[in-house]
């Protein structure tokens, strides 16, 4: 059983919210990132926050520790419930990002392996899996795995324990849902959302992921 | 002789005017980053773009290579000038960035190695020089490299050739000055000069470097 993240990355605030308000009832959570925040502002967080979903920044944050904290904290002061960053930046970055998260409540999750073809150029050789040593020891909430290549999910999950892993990459991007759906905590799917001429059927196709 | 360049990291609109347009004889252009671009939307482009100087969204884009546009044409889109983004997320990533700077005339800046302590955790071993050849193979504008370390910021300048180099990292991170702006094409100081009670006078006396 894992859980099914919207990746809402349309650019338009009244098409977010409409997509979003039709999901609700297939959907565990609802992740915006850059381009809808640069479109709409953090403020999309009231409109989205009444879908009494969970609401993940998904802002990649690699800066240095002073900026990635002045992000996080903007972003829980403006009502979301989480923030993905990336562990690449080193600990020091990455800290800044949990124990804002932490201080509001809210969750951390870092990117430990990305699901894009040039996700393999920099993340090989033990560095994804350091990175997931990264973010337990700095109590981060959870990891980021690829679902285009469900082994490392698998891998990555393993090592991560107790921390969710949250795996993107289905449809749009190739990955296979049957095969990361036993293994993530929970999958997060865009573009077959959210491009379809009915959202709503789209995303009750995958309900069978959350049973 | 090097540039100076306002890493303009306010959160509040008005006072990071203020600053900017106090400091205008003094830099060659002006930096901001999602700090004060999350509070006050991609629009400080109009405000900040009255100064006529080149406009940088340090952004440091580190998404798939079909948000990592999304993203850039927004800022192309809102009159900034160029872009930074991060190349550890691979070539197709960086590409989405450079190619879309290039379509709207703007320029892209890759980040080689970073300023911070955390920023050699990862970065190391071949990898910024890696990233530099990335960059340079794909027609970036330039690379970002760590002023905190001199000696770095020479190798990459080395390795890029007549692609320019710019460098953060001096003053509240620690990096020399000296040292720095007799070999990058530009130097980045933000919380120096914007956290001064007088930034203009600040700015100034880092006019020794633009000569």
Redesign the interface.
């Known amino acids: 059983m894992a859980q099914l993240i919207l990746a809402l990355?349309v650019?338009e605030k009244r098409s977010a919210i409409a997509i979003a308000t039709a999901c609700i009832p297939c959907i565990d959570a609802i992740k915006v990132?850059?381009?809808l925040?640069?479109?709409s502002?953090?403020g999309i967080a009231d409109d989205l926050g009444q879908l009494d979903l969970p609401l993940i920044a998904d802002?990649?944050v690699?800066?240095?520790?002073?900026?990635n904290r002045?992000?996080a904290e903007?972003?829980f002061s403006s009502g979301y419930d989480a923030i993905i960053c990336?562990?690449?930046?080193?600990?020091?970055?990455?800290m800044a990002c949990i124990e804002t998260a932490h201080e509001y409540g809210g969750e951390c999750y870092v990117v430990a392996e990305?699901?894009?073809?040039?996700?393999?150029?920099?993340?090989h050789d033990g560095?994804p899996e350091?990175?997931t040593r990264l973010a337990i020891d700095c109590d981060a909430d959870g990891v980021i795995a690829p679902a285009t290549r469900p082994e490392r999910v698998a891998y990555l999950k393993n090592l991560a324990g107790d921390r969710k892993v949250y795996s993107p990459g289905i449809g749009?991007?190739g990955g296979e849902i049957e095969k990361v759906a036993a293994i993530a905590d929970g999958i997060i799917i865009g573009r077959s959302i959210y491009e379809s001429a009915d959202p709503a059927a789209a995303a009750r196709q995958y309900d069978w992921i959350r049973r």
């Not at 990336?86 to 990455?94: C, I, K, L, V, Y």
């Not at 990305?114 to 993340?123: I, K």
Request: avoid cysteine; aromatic fraction near 10%; charged fraction near 15%.
């Open positions: 990355d650019m990132g850059y381009p925040v640069l479109s502002g953090l802002f990649k690699a800066d240095i520790p002073n900026t002045l992000i903007q972003v990336h562990g690449f930046p080193g600990r020091d970055s990455a990305m699901s894009h073809p040039g996700g393999t150029e920099f993340f560095i350091e990175i749009a991007q």
